[in-house]
């Protein structure tokens, strides 16, 4: 009796809910068509290739290490279905009622050189190829907001001519956001950006959704979208958090955040400092994001965390940290990456978990 009546509502609650989940490639089931009926999405996260070939899965491949025992990590996005699945143009995608996970790999192609002062650079051209079909995907599916997005660019602090890829990659991707006629500042989608190894594709994936988000700011921070040109001719479009509505799950996606205080980059070469200052920024969101939602909803130690750590030697003295700001449940997963800013050693992101009624 007592189950029925729970049932009800409760279910409606989690019809839309999302929730992520960080497991090795050997926890994941062979042969279990239920519980992949309930994966949006999966990011695997190695140097080896995933290996399985999921026909209904969209699947992120990022070469990303993770900095544990295990040789990978697949971070597996959870919603309720009905799902339905394709792709367009380059972008994969599986989608229920109100979200989209897509994701997209575009190789650079090193024959067109970018040398020439006109051209853009082979970065540069495998961004535009890639957000293209992303908002070609978020067009043709009919999921026009766009939640959170996952951005890993090679060689990300290489010099290429005079500027960096990183700027390179800014250009492309405002220009593209620009060429959609969408915005460019306020109501952008939250997002990072990591260098992954030499020669590796560019690969992205994303949320989206038919409902919409809020976009949250740092009042630590300048907003990404207006930095000083100092950081590069285009500036980021993201924002530092996106709230996802209730009916949507009410779930909280926070930005790769740094050690970023105003526009600056601090505590140089102090890699502890640089963790207490990245969780500092996280709980000013979360401080946000619950005055957004008007009650105390989101608190530290229920995120699920992803940190990524420019040099492995340096994940001892990050782990202290982390663990004295998030306690000692919160899902923490360390990946090995470039930051897009060179000076800076790591970067961290967040999710809420879903508020979903069953699993
Ligand atoms: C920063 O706050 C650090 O370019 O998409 C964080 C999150 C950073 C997203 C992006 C970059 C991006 O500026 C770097």
């Known amino acids: 009796m007592l189950t029925a009546i729970q049932a009800g ?13 960080y497991l090795s490639l050997a926890d994941l089931p062979v042969n279990s068509d239920a519980w992949w009926d309930s994966v949006l999405g999966l990011a695997h996260f190695g140097l080896q290739p995933f290996g399985r070939s999921l026909e209904q899965i969209a699947v992120a491949e990022v070469s990303s290490a993770p900095l544990a025992d295990t040789h990978s990590v697949c971070e597996v996005w959870r919603a309720e279905g009905p799902m339905t699945s394709g792709r367009i143009g380059a972008v994969r995608f599986r989608a229920n009622k109100q979200l989209l996970y897509g994701c997209i790999s575009v190789s650079e192609n090193p024959a067109r050189s970018g040398e020439s002062d006109n051209e853009p650079s082979p970065l540069e051209q495998a961004t535009a190829r890639a957000y293209t079909d992303l908002f070609a995907t978020l067009d043709a599916a009919g999921y026009p907001q766009l939640v959170r997005i996952w951005n890993y660019v090679s060689s990300i602090n290489r010099d290429a001519g005079d500027e960096e890829r990183y700027w390179q990659f800014n250009r492309a991707r405002q220009q593209s956001f620009l060429s959609r006629q969408r915005a460019i500042v306020d109501t952008v989608p939250a997002a990072c950006a990591l260098g992954t190894p030499a020669g590796s594709p560019l ?4 949320l989206a959704s038919r409902v919409a988000m809020r976009a949250i700011e740092n009042p630590r921070q300048v907003s990404a979208y207006y930095y000083p040109s100092k950081y590069g001719p285009s500036r980021p479009t993201f924002s530092r958090a996106a709230l996802l509505t209730e009916v ?3 779930t909280l996606l926070v930005s790769g955040t740094a050690s970023i205080v105003g526009h600056e980059s601090r505590h140089i070469g102090d890699v502890s400092a640089q963790t207490r200052e990245s969780m500092a920024n996280i709980n000013v969101l979360i401080t946000e ?10 608190a530290a130690d229920m995120l699920a965390y992803k940190v990524y750590v420019r040099n492995p030697a340096d994940l001892p ?3 202290v940290e982390l663990r004295a700001a998030v306690g000692q449940h919160a899902a923490v ?11 800076l050693l790591v970067e961290i992101e967040a999710v809420s978990p879903g508020m979903r009624a069953s699993h």
């Open 289 to 298: 994001a619950n005055r957004l939602c008007g009650h105390q909803h989101y």
């Open 248 to 250: 949507a799950g009410g």
């Open 317 to 319: 003295a990050i782990a």
């Open 203 to 206: 690969v992205i994936y994303f």
């Open 9 to 21: 509502p409760l279910q409606m609650a989690g019809s839309t809910g999302l929730d992520v989940q």
């Open 333 to 343: 997963t360390y990946l090995h990456a470039d930051v897009c800013r060179r000076e």
